[in-house]
């Protein structure tokens, strides 16, 4: 009925579900993992490592890093943003933080606060320099 995992990482199985979805009044600590499409309309103190699409709602909160193939942001983001394919911001979104993907679509209404890396190969050298980082780090131990 419970998982071994650890309490700071969830995994969503998309089997189980097509969309997973974070509701309002629902705070998670922890990192989530998902091959399925993910809602937060919640608060996420953590990281969301996504391969299908994220979407945080307009009442969502994350305080951590996202990465995944697509995302549709009209919530609030702390943290840096990793998208493989369409990165949409819209409605009164608010980013702080570093964002690489391969496409950007922003609405005129959204308030950013970071840098922006578009293009196709920029994603690939975010996770080619996250890979040199974790071996320096590793190295450094």
């Given at each position: 009925?419970?998982?071994?995992?650890?309490?700071?990482?969830?995994?969503?199985?998309?089997?189980?579900?097509s969309?997973?979805?974070?509701g309002?009044g629902?705070?998670i600590?922890?990192?989530i993992v998902?091959?399925?499409?993910i809602?937060?309309?919640?608060?996420?103190?953590?990281?969301?490592?996504g391969?299908?699409?994220?979407?945080?709602?307009?009442?969502?909160?994350v305080e951590?890093?996202?990465e995944?193939?697509?995302?549709?942001?009209?919530?609030?983001?702390t943290?840096?943003?990793?998208?493989?394919?369409?990165?949409n911001?819209?409605?009164?979104?608010?980013?702080?933080?570093?964002?690489?993907?391969?496409?950007?679509?922003v609405?005129p209404?959204?308030?950013?606060?970071?840098q922006?890396?578009?293009g196709?190969g920029?994603v690939?050298?975010v996770?080619?320099?996250?890979?040199e980082?974790?071996?320096?780090?590793?190295?450094?131990?």
């Amino acid at each position: 009925m419970f998982s071994t995992k650890s309490k700071s990482e969830i995994e969503i199985n998309p089997s189980a579900t097509s969309t997973s979805l974070i509701g309002a009044g629902t705070t998670i600590k922890g990192d989530i993992v998902s091959h399925g499409d993910i809602r937060i309309d919640g608060i996420l103190k953590g990281n969301i490592f996504g391969s299908a699409k994220v979407l945080i709602g307009a009442e969502g909160s994350v305080e951590g890093d996202v990465e995944g193939q697509q995302a549709d942001i009209l919530g609030k983001i702390t943290g840096k943003i990793v998208i493989k394919d369409l990165l949409n911001l819209r409605g009164k979104a608010i980013i702080k933080g570093n964002i690489s993907a391969g496409k950007l679509q922003v609405e005129p209404s959204v308030s950013l606060k970071g840098q922006c890396h578009i293009g196709e190969g920029t994603v690939a050298d975010v996770v080619a320099m996250k890979g040199e980082e974790d071996q320096k780090q590793a190295i450094a131990k």
